[in-house]
């Protein structure tokens, strides 16, 4: 089983950034995917950015395109988002997730096995 921590959320103005980290462990550690997903106050799960673990694909929502970005350190296990130009809808709890099965595109949720806590974003107007 892989155990998945975030860290890096918190409270920042509007136009300003934050960079998410997602810590990975386990033995050993094997993602076919890596992705982020944010859930905001009565609204579902939403796929935000992810990437091929051990290749070159990434898919980022529309929404957030130009703005975050999604990348990784193999050697680290960590996956990170680089959030700029946060706006107010971007306010949320962020979850990191992982794929142990390929098969699923990186957006399919239900593709997704492990998750971390969650870290609140928060982005004031």
């Known amino acids: 089983q892989v155990q998945l921590v975030e860290s890096g959320g918190g409270l920042v ?7 998410l980290s ?12 890596m992705g982020w997903f944010r859930q905001a106050p009565g609204k579902e799960r939403d796929f935000v950015a992810g990437l091929v673990w051990s290749g070159s694909s ?4 529309d929404s957030v395109k130009g703005r975050f970005t999604v990348s990784r350190d193999n050697a680290k296990n960590t996956l990170y988002l680089q959030m700029n130009s946060l706006k107010p809808d971007d306010t ?14 990186i957006n399919d949720v239900s593709g ?11 982005v004031s107007s």
């Open 58 to 61: 990434t898919a980022v929502v």
């Open 13 to 19: 103005q509007a136009g300003g950034s934050l960079r």
């Open 22 to 33: 997602c810590a990975a462990s386990g033995r050993p550690f094997s993602a076919y995917a």
């Open 92 to 105: 949320a709890v962020y979850y990191c997730a992982a794929q142990s099965r390929s098969g699923y595109s």
């Open 112 to 122: 997704y096995d492990d998750w971390g806590q969650g870290t609140q974003v928060t």
